[in-house]
């Protein structure tokens, strides 16, 4: 095990390149499944559930070559020789409930182990699982396995009760070739859901809307392989490095952004008094001494990122007054608070609903990542903190973030790994 150990106080600079969105890359690596043929994915990012997701692809027989200099994958599924993935395969990746419409689309079947390692509270599939079952498939749920069989899977209308980017994504894998016409509505409209249809279309599908709230599926005999897909800027990363620059006070250009993912994000900066300047590509943030106070509530896309809040909640704490967030996505995402507060925050939770002393100093501590976002927010704390930070849990981090504590070396921040 090891745990980042930050000195605060450096103010950044430079400029930061950002990786592979890791919500498209866990989502495009099991569509190869439904591929026959070669699929080139450029832009992976190396990270570990990204290792995590090869490796579960390999022992059900498909070949990965994966260059982790190039970020390049060549993924073959001709030779797949199982639709069964068992819980050690899948204990450590909550993404994996992608291998269920992925390995139901392929061979009509799918018996994939409930996902594991919630990090966050409740995480219920019940809207996959209603999407499978209209197309057709029979679900049973036993010792721990969801088990999926169908004769057909036919194209049918699929209203979410929820907008879920997994179940949008899932279904969409499922229904690239079912018979017929699947038409998804309220659906997901998260950059990676467009991503992933743009693979799939790019192999062969028809898939039209992604990226709105309706999503028409025109079920195809078959998907081809021969073609390179690359996938798109990580959207989070992107706004994680953002609001270190404004919690730091600092001047940075982000490099490989899509500035319109950041809309909400922008926004927020400049309400708060940070000066942000997008380019074709890139997007500079010039930090300010003296931040409004703002209030967000986390949405869907393109409303504000719910894997933004703990990060921005770090940087609410520097604002002048009471800032409000609510989370409008997830039951419970405010664990990191306790271990905020170690660091001097002064936040109040109430429900859904934290409230947000502003004008607070950090003050470096031993703290723990809770989960992925929760980790990064805690980084960045360490970054303007008086003292040394030590952050243990960074596997956490590990899942999400491609040479964290490097990108931020580069920027000047003085940050090192090191054994527990
Ligand atoms: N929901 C249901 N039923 C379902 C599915 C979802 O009630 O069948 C509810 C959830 O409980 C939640 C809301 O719908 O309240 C949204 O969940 P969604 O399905 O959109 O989340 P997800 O697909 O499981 C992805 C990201 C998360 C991100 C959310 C929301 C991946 C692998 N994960 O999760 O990312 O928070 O969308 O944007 O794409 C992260 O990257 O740190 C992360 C947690």
Same mark, same amino acid.
């Given at each position: 095990?090891?745990?980042?150990?930050?000195?605060?106080?450096?103010?950044?600079?430079?400029?930061?390149?950002?990786?592979?969105?890791?919500?498209?890359?866990?989502?495009?690596?099991?569509?190869?499944?439904?591929?026959?043929?070669?699929?080139?994915?450029?832009?992976?990012?190396?990270?570990?559930?990204?290792?995590?997701?090869?490796?579960?692809?390999?022992?059900?027989?498909?070949?990965?070559?994966?260059?982790?200099?190039?970020?390049?994958?060549?993924?073959?599924?001709?030779?797949?020789?199982?639709?069964?993935?068992?819980?050690?395969?899948?204990?450590?990746?909550?993404?994996?409930?992608?291998?269920?419409?992925?390995?139901?689309?392929?061979?009509?079947?799918?018996?994939?182990?409930?996902?594991?390692?919630?990090?966050?509270?409740?995480?219920?599939?019940?809207?996959?699982?209603?999407?499978?079952?209209?197309?057709?498939?029979?679900?049973?749920?036993?010792?721990?396995?969801?088990?999926?069989?169908?004769?057909?899977?036919?194209?049918?209308?699929?209203?979410?009760?929820?907008?879920?980017?997994?179940?949008?994504?899932?279904?969409?894998?499922?229904? !690239?070739?079912?018979?017929?016409?699947?038409?998804?509505?309220?659906?997901?409209?998260?950059?990676?859901?467009?991503?992933?249809?743009?693979?799939?279309?790019?192999?062969?599908?028809?898939?039209?809307?992604?990226?709105?709230?309706?999503?028409?599926?025109?079920?195809?005999?078959?998907?081809?392989?021969?073609?390179?897909?690359?996938?798109?800027?990580?959207?989070?990363? !992107?706004?994680?490095?953002?609001?270190?620059?404004?919690?730091?006070?600092?001047?940075?250009?982000?490099?490989?952004?899509?500035?319109?993912?950041?809309?909400?994000?922008?926004?927020?900066?400049?309400?708060?008094?940070?000066?942000?300047?997008?380019?074709?590509?890139?997007?500079?943030?010039?930090?300010?001494?003296?931040?409004?106070?703002?209030?967000?509530?986390?949405?869907?896309?393109?409303?504000?990122?719910?894997?933004?809040?703990?990060?921005?909640? !770090?940087?609410?704490?520097?604002?002048? %007054?009471?800032?409000?967030?609510?989370?409008?996505?997830?039951?419970?995402?405010?664990?990191?608070?306790?271990?905020?507060?170690?660091?001097?925050?002064?936040?109040? !939770?109430?429900?859904?609903?934290?409230?947000?002393? %502003?004008?607070?100093?950090?003050?470096?501590?031993?703290?723990?990542?809770?989960?992925?976002?929760?980790?990064?927010?805690?980084?960045?704390?360490?970054?303007?903190?008086?003292?040394?930070?030590?952050?243990?849990?960074?596997?956490?981090?590990?899942?999400?973030?491609?040479?964290?504590?490097?990108?931020?070396?580069?920027?000047?921040?003085?940050?090192?790994?090191?054994?527990?």
């Amino acid at each position: 095990m090891e745990k980042f150990v930050i000195n605060g106080g450096r103010k950044l600079s430079g400029e930061v390149n950002i990786s592979g969105a890791k919500n498209s890359a866990v989502a495009i690596i099991p569509a190869t499944i439904l591929v026959d043929g070669v699929c080139t994915i450029e832009n992976v990012p190396n990270i570990k559930d990204v290792r995590l997701l090869n490796d579960i692809l390999i022992k059900l027989g498909i070949k990965i070559d994966y260059d982790e200099v190039s970020d390049i994958i060549v993924v073959d599924s001709e030779k797949i020789n199982s639709y069964i993935v068992p819980y050690d395969l899948v204990k450590c990746m909550r993404a994996s409930y992608y291998l269920l419409g992925a390995l139901l689309g392929r061979f009509k079947k799918a018996e994939v182990s409930f996902p594991g390692g919630c990090d966050f509270g409740y995480r219920p599939i019940d809207q996959h699982i209603k999407g499978f079952e209209a197309l057709g498939a029979k679900v049973e749920i036993d010792q721990g396995m969801i088990k999926m069989y169908a004769e057909r899977l036919i194209g049918c209308q699929i209203y979410l009760d929820v907008v879920s980017v997994g179940a949008t994504i899932n279904l969409m894998l499922a229904a !690239v070739k079912a018979e017929g016409t699947t038409i998804l509505e309220n659906a997901a409209k998260e950059p990676h859901v467009v991503d992933v249809a743009n693979f799939l279309n790019a192999m062969g599908a028809n898939i039209k809307g992604a990226g709105t709230d309706i999503i028409k599926i025109k079920g195809v005999e078959s998907l081809k392989g021969g073609v390179t897909h690359s996938i798109i800027p990580d959207q989070i990363e !992107v706004g994680t490095y953002m609001i270190a620059a404004a919690v730091t006070k600092s001047d940075i250009t982000i490099k490989n952004v899509i500035p319109k993912h950041m809309e909400s994000l922008i926004a927020k900066l400049i309400e708060m008094n940070v000066k942000v300047i997008e380019g074709e590509d890139t997007i500079r943030i010039i930090g300010n001494d003296e931040l409004t106070n703002v209030n967000i509530k986390t949405l869907p896309y393109p409303g504000f990122p719910t894997d933004l809040h703990p990060q921005a909640s !770090v940087l609410l704490c520097l604002a002048n %007054g009471i800032s409000i967030i609510t989370e409008g996505v997830w039951d419970s995402r405010f664990q990191y608070v306790d271990e905020l507060k170690r660091m001097g925050a002064n936040i109040k !939770v109430e429900g859904r609903v934290s409230i947000i002393e %502003g004008k607070n100093k950090f003050s470096g501590a031993p703290v723990k990542a809770t989960d992925l976002r929760a980790g990064a927010a805690l980084v960045i704390a360490g970054l303007v903190a008086e003292g040394t930070t030590e952050i243990y849990n960074i596997n956490f981090i590990d899942r999400g973030y491609e040479n964290f504590q490097s990108k931020l070396r580069s920027l000047g921040a003085d940050i090192v790994r090191v054994p527990e």
